[in-house]
């Protein structure tokens, strides 16, 4: 059993930091026992929440900061992803008929679709003048 | 990514490598295909063997690309999609809109 830890990264909003975040929190997922189709589930989450950031919360301003904040618990993970942008209203977002969109040839839309698919769980919090997305998955 | 086309008699295939984001990526794919319609190359096989991620982003880029295929009075199929891939359009049900094949060799031809 592994004792809670806390591994942070923070870095610039930009997309050629993708594979960097990507790869941080896949790492501590192998490392506390997530098999490789789990992994790949958070890898995706990751992306599609930090290009999120990227794109809506700060409009591609690549001098903005994003923190990534890995916290691990015997059966757990969970990854809190900050930024101090626009905020996210989730309680204005409807799950997208995929089908439909494509009928209409409308693109997004479709990345908070997966994350909410791919993990356990998933919270929007505002601390502050921060606003924070926590993926949660279970081992 | 990067991508490689190879004509055959009834198709072309667009071998994608690598992380599959769309981006400058979809640009230049819509060029390709342009290109393949200009010249009255209407279906198109893409290979998925050698990608190693895709997010929303890219499976928007993939569906633009069958737009456009589909409207020019063509079609585009994918092959060898990995576990992984086949797992993201299961999720966003994106397996029904896409015939999809196991293998390049079926994909091709299922255009004779």
Not at chain 1, 59 to 71: M, N, P, R
Not at chain 2, 76 to 92: C, G, M, P, V, Y
């Amino acid at each position: 059993m592994s004792k809670p830890k806390t591994h942070t990264l923070r870095v610039h909003a930009t997309t050629a930091n993708i594979a960097a975040v990507r790869d941080f929190v896949a790492s501590h997922a192998e490392a506390h026992g997530f098999n490789t189709e789990d992994i790949d589930r958070i890898r995706l989450a990751v992306d599609e929440a930090y290009t999120n950031v990227i794109k809506h919360a700060y409009d591609f301003d690549e001098s903005q900061w994003v923190s990534i904040e890995v916290k691990t618990d015997p059966r757990t993970i969970h990854v809190v992803i900050s930024d101090s942008g626009r905020s996210f209203n989730p309680d204005g977002y409807q799950e997208p008929n995929i089908e439909e969109r494509i009928k209409m040839r409308k693109r997004g839309g479709v990345g908070v679709f997966l994350i909410h698919k791919l993990m356990d769980e998933v919270e929007y919090r505002k601390q502050g003048s921060l606003n924070e997305i926590v993926l949660t998955k279970h081992l | 990514m990067s991508f490689k086309a190879t004509e055959r008699w009834n198709c072309v295939v667009i071998e994608f490598n690598g992380n599959v984001m769309g981006g400058p990526d979809a640009v230049a794919l819509n060029e390709k295909l342009h290109e393949l319609i200009d010249g009255g190359k209407k279906n198109v096989v893409v290979d998925l063997s050698k990608v190693k991620f895709m997010n929303s982003s890219g499976l928007g880029m993939l569906i633009g690309a069958l737009t456009t295929m589909r409207n020019a009075g063509g079609d585009l199929r994918i092959a060898n999609a990995t576990d992984k891939i086949e797992s993201l359009l299961i999720i966003t049900k994106l397996i029904t809109v896409f015939q999809h094949f196991k293998s390049l060799d079926d994909a091709v031809k299922s255009f004779e």
